[in-house]
């Protein structure tokens, strides 16, 4: 049987915790039981003959167990945007990062494309920054923060002390089809 290769340079010790991805029993597609440590932190190229599990062991393991880990440490809202790939055929995968996968094709996207919508990490960065992110106020700078309807009116009462009249506006008919000529003239 004819197995992928792994090459590095060997200038770090892959013995300690941390610097290696270690797999252990991997049996996916023409991989039998196949066990070894690829080092972290540096340039490594994974060769062999055509099906000798090259692919197999870059995209259905390591990517597909690195994107299930870093899916798992998200909430469930945004778990169900993405798709979830299958849990691969392995003992054990130890020391694997989150994991971005670039398809292997030659041109890909336009002259707008970013490395971000390319490897549709895109997807992830928003959603990280929609739910961790903090909103500012562009004119004033402060932060943007939930309020209650009591403060909320405070604010408002503040304000027309302070300008004179103030316009207050908000979307009565929202994400509805049909005709609303009745909403808009009562409003």
């Given amino acids: 049987m004819c197995y992928p290769h792994v090459v590095f340079d060997g200038r770090n ?17 023409n991989l039998k039981n196949l066990t070894f440590n690829i080092p972290r932190n540096q340039f490594v190229v994974v060769t062999g003959v055509s099906g000798s599990g090259k692919s197999t062991l ?3 393991l390591l990517f597909a167990e690195g994107q ?12 169900q945007f993405v798709e979830q790939l299958a849990r691969p055929d392995v003992d054990l995968i130890t020391g694997i990062p989150p994991t971005v996968s670039i398809e292997q094709r030659s041109s890909r996207g336009g002259g707008k494309s970013t490395v971000a919508t390319v490897t549709e990490v895109y ?10 992110g903090t909103q500012f106020c562009p004119d004033c700078g402060m932060a943007v923060e939930a309020q ?22 908000a979307p009565v008919v929202k994400n509805r089809k049909g005709f609303h000529t009745d909403v808009a003239e009562w409003a």
Avoid: C, N, P, W
């Avoid at 209650?148 to 506006?169: A, N, P, V, W």
């Fill in 13 to 29: 010790s892959i013995g300690e915790v941390g610097e290696a991805i270690g797999i252990h029993g991997a049996r996916e597609h």
């Fill in 58 to 60: 870059a995209f259905d």
């Fill in 68 to 79: 299930r880990r870093f899916l798992d440490s998200m909430s469930l809202y945004a778990r």
């Fill in 123 to 132: 997807h992830f960065l928003r959603l990280l920054f929609a739910r961790l």
């Fill in 148 to 169: 209650t309807r009591d403060e909320l009116e405070r604010r408002l009462q503040s304000d027309i002390r302070k300008h004179g009249e103030l316009l207050l506006l």
